[in-house]
């Protein structure tokens, strides 16, 4: 995911944080306030918008977390994504 545009990090409404994680609405907003999730940026009175970096170092950080998990009984990973 390009995170930036000229040097300058840019800024993801909902429906794309939401394409780019495979979450929904909801979820989105449950893992915020568990916080576990990067909380948006106040854009305006009814607008919000999460900064791409922000995003996808939380992805960066789930996709490492499960590279890391290990099965107990049989020594090898649960889920191991390359790229």
Known sequence: METTFHGIDRILRLPDVMHVTGLRRTKIYDLINAGDFPPPLHLGPRAVG????????????????????WDAKSGKRFFDIKG
């Open 50 to 69: 999460w900064k791409a970096s922000d995003i996808q170092h939380w992805i960066d950080t789930r996709r490492l977390a499960c590279e890391a998990r």
